[in-house]
């Protein structure tokens, strides 16, 4: 049976499991101080995941220099990646700090709270959905005449004015067969303009 | 002087170079903020022209490699030891997409802060972080080796922090540590994606370990493709891993949030085309690929019909279009993949626009929100401005939107198979369902009365500069109503313009995306011009 020269550390890999597992745990957490830690462990898993596949130990990557005369140089690169990883996480740690401090500053904790749009969705009734007009119709949402008692510029209109429209509206669909619809229009109109002054 | 091959070395490292050495001075400028604004502006237009520059040379003479400081070990044996910079047609597109972008939102942001800017606003720190994020962004398209990549996804990212919590008032705070978080999971999940390549390949070179993987047992490297797709999803927002987006981008400034939208996950849908044509050939994680872009479609734009805040319902759109370059990619077809880059050029452009349009918007109106708006329709600009990157979105021909859908359509149709048809199916109904969302805030926004708006009578207490400045007040008493500034809207038209550009010379980008699909489909051509000499 071949012996591999370079076996994988067994015990390590566990032990990067554990942390990540650890890791993942807490930032699962609501506290923001938890998920830091959280995503520090998670970061050293990964670190530690790295030096462990790079291969085993060997000398130190320099020309001339030797260590326990190992036959091998250890990996640079992977040393490398390990050093410019734990420089980003630690710069991320410090912000993450920071916004901790400010969230203890605005709110005197630091757990992180659901996203309020979202909670207004989902607790959203007909009458609070995005398409809904002042004017809507108040149990079944359906567009009513009362929005278009506005003028182009929003202001609303006087009763007067909304005669005026009406008939001229009317006038325009030279319709003479629509004369009593058009006063039953009226007093409609003339309803629903009482309901908004209530 | 001509422009030739020797001008590849400088212009390769531009694009990055020119930001970053921005982003020192400007920060040493602090304190004179003419001097800040003229410094980026060079900085960016540089990295521009560069990019410019190298989409003809591209053009002309195909992908070129850097390897910086020298190190590619060539007739040695190894692979290149030092970092390589390698720009194709692919890169150089999204360079010069990105470079348009990023100059048209920084001039919007310079606009507003002259307009609005105080001396509470943070602007000493935006534009080097913005700078500093521009890098990133360059710097991701020209990465050609993994660790490069990952890095210049961090240096975006610790930029796109800072940017998303300026001022760092309560939403910031709580969008910003949902952000931070899953962005970084992500970071580290790309990490150890980065070590399992590493440990299967023993290189970190994108070429070097393209053909390394090939000796690589199906198994492995279809796993090493799912980690690196897990990491790439996030940051593309692809659903499942989608949610994180329309949480924390709209609380941002409205710069902030385009410059957000359009670049930001175009670099994780950028990341996977890489990864999918280079270093995975074979789609072997086609059909996850396509239900993923199918359900990102879908679910995406009916979190949009949801919205009331149109920050809010932009960024589902921004969501639900991601589907789309997705099914282009996972088609695995060079017709497919030509549509996704023609795609990807086109969203980009679009969902900044209409980004920084929502940002006119809550100038001229104090709020973004559905349930206030109305009677925008009072000024023709700004309904100009909303309607065409709005049908343009909702892929009304003759708009890139509906030029970009046709050709994944179509592309799809060659596919052939039930789930394409499924995936042609979801798009159609996405693209229609994507109309209907922006008809409403047109029709709500713009043709309704104000006061017939459910809270029409409310506005936000100032102009949202860089700030966030919280509270509501009556819409009469708002001090500072006015026109829209210039430096405002100029950028924005120029957007709108490029966005047409890019209908009307649609044939030419399009053959020019194809012969980038070409070149990716054939990964000879790139490994060739970083390994040296035919493989």
């Known amino acids: 049976m071949n012996v591999d020269p370079n076996p994988v550390n067994l015990g390590l890999l566990v032990v990067v499991g554990l942390v990540a597992a650890c890791g993942v745990y807490m930032l699962l957490e609501r506290s923001l101080i938890r998920m830091l830690l959280g995503l520090l462990l998670v970061g050293n898993a990964v670190n530690l995941m790295i030096i462990v596949l790079a291969g085993s130990m060997g000398n130190p990557p320099i020309y001339g220099r030797t260590s326990d005369n190992r036959p091998a140089d250890a990996d640079p690169l992977a040393q490398g990646m390990v050093l410019t990883a734990i420089v980003i996480t630690m710069g991320v740690a410090a912000f993450v700090l920071s916004l901790a401090y400010r969230s203890f500053t605005i709110n005197t904790d630091d757990d992180v709270p659901d996203d309020p749009e979202d909670r207004k969705v989902s607790a959203q009734s007909r009458s609070g959905a995005p398409d809904r007009d002042r004017s809507d119709d108040p149990l079944t949402g359906v567009d009513t005449t009362a929005g278009d008692m506005f003028d182009d510029d929003g202001n609303p209109l006087s009763e007067e004015e909304i005669r005026e429209r009406k008939r001229s509206r009317i006038e325009a669909d030279l319709m003479p067969s629509d004369d009593d619809s058009d006063t039953d229009d009226l007093i409609d109109d003339e309803s629903l303009l009482d309901e908004d002054k209530r | ?535």
């Not at chain 2, 990549?149 to 922090?161: D, G, I, P």
């Not at chain 2, 949030?257 to 175009?266: D, I, P, Q, R, S």
């Not at chain 2, 319902?313 to 077809?333: E, K, N, Q, R």
């Not at chain 2, 990157?389 to 359509?409: D, R, T």
């Open chain 2, 1 to 535: 002087m001509s422009v030739d091959r020797s001008w590849f070395a400088t212009l390769v490292v531009l694009p990055t170079l020119l930001p970053l050495i921005g982003a020192a001075l400007t920060l040493v400028m602090g304190r004179s903020p003419r001097i800040q604004r003229a410094v980026t502006i060079v900085a960016i237009t540089g990295a521009f022209v560069a990019s410019c520059l190298l989409l003809y040379l591209t053009d002309r003479h195909g992908t070129y490699a850097l390897h910086v400081g020298g190190w590619d070990a060539r007739g040695t044996g190894n692979g290149p030891l030092g970092i390589t910079l390698v720009v194709d047609q692919l890169s150089a597109l999204m360079l010069v997409v990105s470079t348009i972008v990023l100059l048209c939102v920084v001039l919007y942001a310079v606009g507003q802060g002259i307009r609005d800017g105080t001396t509470e606003q943070p602007v000493s720190i935006f534009l080097p972080t913005y700078l500093a994020l521009t890098a990133g962004v360059c710097n991701a398209f020209l990465a050609g080796d993994l660790f490069n990549l990952f890095v210049s996804f961090e240096v975006l990212l610790a930029a796109s922090f800072v940017l998303l919590t300026l001022g760092a008032s309560a939403d910031r705070v709580r969008a910003g540590v949902s952000y931070v978080m899953v962005s970084m999971v992500s970071s580290l999940i790309f990490l150890a994606g980065i070590a399992f390549a590493y440990a299967a390949t023993g290189t970190l070179n994108l070429a070097e370990m393209a053909v390394r993987l090939q000796d690589v047992p199906d198994g492995t490297r279809t796993a090493l493709f799912a980690v690196l797709l897990v990491a790439f999803g996030i940051k593309a927002a692809v659903f499942p891993l989608s949610t994180w987006l329309p949480d924390s981008y709209p609380t941002a400034p409205a710069p902030v949030t385009a410059v957000f939208a359009g670049l930001l996950t175009k670099v994780g849908v950028y990341a996977i085309i890489r990864a999918h044509t280079l270093l995975f050939p074979g789609g072997s994680m086609d059909t996850v690929l396509l239900i993923a872009g199918l359900l990102t479609m879908l679910v995406g734009i009916l979190g949009a019909i949801a919205q009331a805040d149109i920050k809010r319902l932009l960024s589902f759109t921004l969501v639900s279009h991601i589907g789309y370059m997705i099914f282009g990619v996972a088609l695995s077809s060079r017709f497919g993949l030509s549509g996704a880059i023609y795609y990807v050029a086109h969203h980009i452009l679009v969902q900044t626009t209409l980004f920084l349009v929502v940002g006119l918007i809550e100038r001229q109106a104090g709020s973004a929100s559905l349930r206030r708006l109305g009677g925008l329709a009072a000024s023709p600009l700004l309904a100009g401005l909303f309607l065409i990157p709005a049908l343009n979105l909702g892929g009304i021909p003759p708009f890139s939107g509906f030029i970009g859908k046709v050709a994944l359509i179509e592309a799809g149709t060659q596919d052939g198979s039930v789930l394409a048809w499924v995936l042609i199916a979801g798009s159609v109904v996405t693209s229609l369902l994507t109309l209907y969302v922006m008809a409403r805030v047109w029709t709500k926004a713009f043709w309704r009365p104000r006061a017939d708006a459910p809270e029409g009578d409310l506005a936000d207490v100032g102009p949202s500069g860089l700030v966030d400045e919280e509270g509501d007040i009556a819409f009469g008493d708002r001090a500072d109503v006015g026109r829209m500034p210039i430096g405002m809207v100029v950028p924005t038209m120029m957007m709108v313009v490029a966005g047409i550009a890019l209908t009307i010379w649609a044939g030419p980008i399009f053959d020019f995306a194809s012969t980038a699909a070409g070149d990716l489909s054939d990964r000879g051509v790139y490994l060739s011009a970083v390994l040296g000499g035919p493989r």
